[in-house]
Every structure is written in structure tokens, then in C-alpha cells.
């Protein structure tokens, strides 16, 4: 494999593992800071497109100014209610199995709005990562309720955590049409990754006015956070803040590389093993529970992403590719 390809590959296991890392070390300090990572990282990758994409201004756009309008505004309710399904008592774990179920989404939608048609393989990979989403939801509420001494304190803990559930599935679906509406601004004005990730962080900043009350209060949380023995100056959270900010980065981008770069194959099996060393990590660093119910639903989940994608034909297209190169 070719040094770019590797290193993009590399990039992605090592960015967006380490991000989801920062995010639960700044969640397991202070759970409602979702919006402020949320602000962080749109300023960060709007500042670097201002700079490197347009190029302080003077380049123009390719996609007419008003086609960004819709997906600007279904990006920013997506990234939003992500974040701040945090604030409602969802473990890192479902939080990670939910946003996995994107594929299921996308081809629900598919089917009402475009009227798409799949194979039998692909209705039942949906099953699968439907019934494993419900199994882990089902698994994260129950025993919730059983920590909670008090039975109106099981109770209440168990309505939050619906709340921050329905956030994660508004999301899920709002993310899979922002998917559709993306390919028919790319079908009429070509594909342009890099002005679509410009514009989609540096569009909704003036939304942030909004929470700005949220934001700030949180932010006086991460200053007054206690340092880390080998930074004694610095505050901890600001630090892992910091760190949530260029992993993100540093994944957005490589995740770019690979999609250039390398075969369909590649890149879901890639993103699959980055979303599942993610998932394990957390299980055993945070302590996260995790039960029986919880390892059959995940294997469902990411079964069920592994067959949407066609593997095993994919594998046999490649076997194939390479046998006619060195025939």
C-alpha cells in the first residue's frame, strides 16, 4: 500500500479513536458541555477554511451560496443534538452504537424520499442494526433505573435518559437526510469536500449567539478545572479541550484522505474498526457497564454495518483486481 493511503489510514485510527477519548474525559467532568465542544470545534475548522480553503476570501465558491443554506442548517442541528444528548445521562458507549446506525437511517430515507430499492442483504443488515440499537438502548435504560436507590429517583433518571435518546435518534435521522440533500447538491454542482466542510462550520457560528449563555458558563467550568500533576498552570479540562479540537481535526481530515484515497472496501472496514477499538477503549479505561445485552446488540450493530457494505464481495472484487494485475 502507498505511504498516503497508510498514513490517512494511521490518521483516522489514531484521530478519532483519541477524540472520542477527550470528549469522555471533558463529559465525565462536567456532562453538559456538549456545546461548547460543539462551538469549539466549528470556530477551529471555520478559521483553517477561512485561511487554507478560500484563502482569507478571495477564492469564490463553486456551490452557489444558497445551496449551503439547508445543509448548513441540518449540519448544525445535527452536531448540536449529538453534543448535548450527552447532557441527559447517555453513556459513551450508546452514544457511539447510536451515531453507527447512520447507514440504517440513510437507507430508510432513501426509500421514502428517493425511492430507492435494496437487495435482501441490505434489509436485513437494517434489522440487524436496528434490533442491535434497540438491545443496547434497552440495556443502557434498565440498568440505569437499577442503580437508583429511590424508585421516583429510577424513574426520573429513566425519563432524562429517553429525552437524551430521542436527541440521538432526531439526529441520527436529520444526519442521514442531510446525506441525500448532499448528493443532489453534488449531482448539480460537482463534488467540492473541502468548501463543503468550510462552509458547513463557518455558516452556522452566528447560531451559537443562541447558547452563548451555555457556552460561557461552561467554559468558567473548564478554567476553574483542577490541573494535571505534569501542567500544574493549566487547567485539565482545557487541555483535553484542546486535544478534543485537533483530534477532530486531524480525524475530519484524514477521513477526507481516505475517501480519495483508497477503496470503498478499505474505508468501511477502517471507519467500522475505528468506531469498535473506540467502543472497547471506553468499556475499559472509563468503566463503562456493559452487559450481555449490551455485547449482542453492538455485535448486531456492527455485524449489520459489515454486511450493508457487502464484505465478503468486495473482498472477492479485490482478490479478483490484483489476480489480473499480476497475471
Given at each position: 500500500?502507498?505511504?498516503?493511503?497508510?498514513?490517512?489510514?494511521?490518521?483516522?485510527?489514531?484521530?478519532?479513536?483519541?477524540?472520542?477519548?477527550?470528549?469522555?474525559?471533558?463529559?465525565?467532568?462536567?456532562?453538559?458541555?456538549?456545546?461548547?465542544?460543539?462551538?469549539a470545534q466549528f470556530l477551529t475548522i471555520a478559521i483553517e477554511g477561512f485561511i487554507f480553503t478560500t484563502k482569507f476570501g478571495t477564492v469564490k465558491p463553486q456551490v452557489p451560496f444558497s445551496a449551503w443554506v439547508l445543509l448548513v442548517i441540518m449540519y448544525f442541528l445535527v452536531s448540536v443534538s449529538n453534543n448535548y444528548a450527552l447532557?441527559?445521562?447517555?453513556?459513551?458507549?450508546?452514544?457511539?452504537?447510536?451515531?453507527?446506525?447512520?447507514?440504517?437511517?440513510?437507507?430508510?430515507?432513501?426509500?421514502?424520499?428517493?425511492?430507492?430499492?435494496?437487495?435482501?442483504?441490505?434489509?436485513?443488515?437494517?434489522?440487524?442494526?436496528?434490533?442491535?440499537?434497540?438491545?443496547?438502548?434497552?440495556?443502557?435504560?434498565?440498568?440505569?433505573?437499577?442503580?437508583?436507590?429511590?424508585?421516583?429517583?429510577?424513574?426520573?433518571?429513566?425519563?432524562?435518559?429517553?429525552?437524551?435518546?430521542?436527541?440521538?435518534?432526531?439526529?441520527?435521522?436529520?444526519?442521514?437526510?442531510?446525506?441525500?440533500?448532499?448528493?443532489?447538491?453534488?449531482?448539480?454542482?460537482?463534488?467540492?469536500?473541502?468548501?463543503?466542510?468550510?462552509?458547513?462550520?463557518?455558516?452556522?457560528?452566528?447560531?451559537?449567539?443562541?447558547?452563548?449563555?451555555?457556552?460561557?458558563?461552561?467554559?468558567?467550568?473548564?478554567?476553574?478545572?483542577?490541573?494535571?500533576?505534569?501542567?500544574?498552570?493549566?487547567?485539565?479540562?482545557?487541555?483535553?479541550?484542546?486535544?478534543?479540537?485537533?483530534?477532530?481535526?486531524?480525524?475530519?481530515?484524514?477521513?477526507?484522505?481516505?475517501?480519495?484515497?483508497?477503496?470503498?472496501?478499505?474505508?468501511?472496514?477502517?471507519?467500522?474498526?475505528?468506531?469498535?477499538?473506540?467502543?472497547?477503549?471506553?468499556?475499559?479505561?472509563?468503566?463503562?457497564?456493559?452487559?450481555?445485552?449490551?455485547?449482542?446488540?453492538?455485535?448486531?450493530?456492527?455485524?449489520?454495518?459489515?454486511?450493508?457494505?457487502?464484505?465478503?464481495?468486495?473482498?472477492?472484487?479485490?482478490?479478483?483486481?490484483?489476480?489480473?494485475?499480476?497475471?
Amino acid at each position: 500500500m502507498e505511504r498516503k493511503p497508510l498514513l490517512a489510514i494511521l490518521m483516522v485510527l489514531i484521530g478519532c479513536c483519541s477524540n472520542v477519548v477527550f470528549l469522555e474525559l471533558l463529559v465525565s467532568q462536567d456532562p453538559g458541555i456538549g456545546n461548547l465542544v460543539t462551538f469549539a470545534q466549528f470556530l477551529t475548522i471555520a478559521i483553517e477554511g477561512f485561511i487554507f480553503t478560500t484563502k482569507f476570501g478571495t477564492v469564490k465558491p463553486q456551490v452557489p451560496f444558497s445551496a449551503w443554506v439547508l445543509l448548513v442548517i441540518m449540519y448544525f442541528l445535527v452536531s448540536v443534538s449529538n453534543n448535548y444528548a450527552l447532557n441527559f445521562n447517555i453513556p459513551m458507549p450508546l452514544h457511539m452504537i447510536f451515531r453507527a446506525g447512520s447507514l440504517m437511517a440513510n437507507m430508510l430515507l432513501g426509500v421514502m424520499i428517493l425511492g430507492k430499492q435494496y437487495t435482501m442483504s441490505k434489509y436485513l443488515s437494517i434489522l440487524m442494526i436496528t434490533f442491535g440499537i434497540v438491545t443496547c438502548t434497552y440495556s443502557s435504560t434498565s440498568s440505569k433505573s437499577v442503580e437508583s436507590e429511590l424508585e421516583d429517583e429510577g424513574e426520573k433518571e429513566e425519563s432524562w435518559i429517553m429525552v437524551g435518546i430521542s436527541l440521538l435518534t432526531f439526529a441520527l435521522f436529520m444526519s442521514a437526510g442531510m446525506g441525500i440533500y448532499q448528493e443532489v447538491v453534488y449531482s448539480k454542482h460537482g463534488k467540492h469536500p473541502r468548501e463543503a466542510l468550510f462552509y458547513t462550520h463557518a455558516l452556522p457560528l452566528p447560531g451559537f449567539l443562541i447558547l452563548a449563555p451555555n457556552i460561557l458558563n461552561h467554559w468558567s467550568i473548564v478554567l476553574s478545572s483542577p490541573p494535571l500533576p505534569i501542567l500544574p498552570m493549566v487547567p485539565s479540562m482545557l487541555l483535553y479541550l484542546v486535544g478534543n479540537i485537533i483530534t477532530q481535526y486531524l480525524c475530519i481530515s484524514a477521513v477526507f484522505v481516505l475517501t480519495t484515497e483508497c477503496a470503498s472496501l478499505t474505508v468501511t472496514l477502517v471507519v467500522t474498526l475505528r468506531k469498535f477499538l473506540s467502543l472497547l477503549f471506553s468499556i475499559w479505561y472509563f468503566s463503562n457497564p456493559f452487559t450481555t445485552l449490551h455485547w449482542l446488540g453492538t455485535a448486531l450493530v456492527f455485524g449489520g454495518t459489515l454486511v450493508f457494505s457487502d464484505v465478503p464481495k468486495l473482498l472477492r472484487e479485490s482478490r479478483e483486481a490484483t489476480k489480473e494485475k499480476t497475471s
